[in-house]
């Protein structure tokens, strides 16, 4: 017999950890794995717009390591869930962000979000990744979270906003550059 659906748990605000433990749907452990979920919602979009072969590649990676901690956050104190994050993952990160930079000018004012949907999405990414993080930051300060998880969406964040930059580059959408309103 399949599962249903839906529970009828949240119906009253509320839902099950994993482990079986009840919270408030408003509960920061719900809010960190609810971003991180909508993180890979919005890397799936990406990954569906953009069509360098290595970025798409490893999108699709980070869409598994997002699943993997999101089912850790989710994760009540009476079942925990280790991650399959690993160093190396933060060095794929870390080698894609420094590869793509190679290519780019030099970083020397803030830019705007936006030029093109594929950059904008990034951005979009960028921005879920930064809250993700801050929530999860949140969750950590009292309930301790693999510091691994904490680098992981650190390093992401950072990763999309250079794969944006990459993009534009590559589409030739000029960077919008912020500039201050002189009065």
Not at 2 to 25: C, H, P, R, W
Request: net charge negative; with cysteine.
């Amino acid at each position: 017999m399949a599962l249903k659906i839906y529970t009828k748990t949240g119906d009253q605000g509320q839902t099950g950890l994993f482990g079986g433990q009840i919270v408030s749907k408003s509960d920061l452990r719900v809010r960190a794995y609810g971003s991180v979920d909508e993180l890979n919602a919005f890397t799936g979009a990406l990954y569906d717009q953009i069509s360098l072969d290595a970025a798409r590649e490893l999108l699709f990676e980070v869409q598994h390591r997002l699943f993997s901690i999101g089912a850790h956050l989710a994760a009540g104190p009476e079942m925990p869930i280790p991650t399959d994050l690993r160093e190396s993952d933060l060095l794929l990160l870390e080698n894609a962000i420094d590869s793509m930079d190679a290519e780019l000018p030099p970083l020397r004012n803030f830019i705007l979000p936006g030029g093109h949907p594929q950059v904008s999405a990034t951005h979009i990414c960028r921005t879920v990744a930064r809250r993700a993080e801050r929530e999860v930051v949140a969750l950590h300060l009292d309930h301790p979270i693999d510091p691994l998880v904490l680098k992981y969406l650190n390093r992401l964040s950072d990763y999309f906003f250079v794969l944006g930059r990459k993009i534009g580059q590559d589409l030739g959408i000029p960077e919008h550059i912020w500039k201050k309103r002189a009065d």
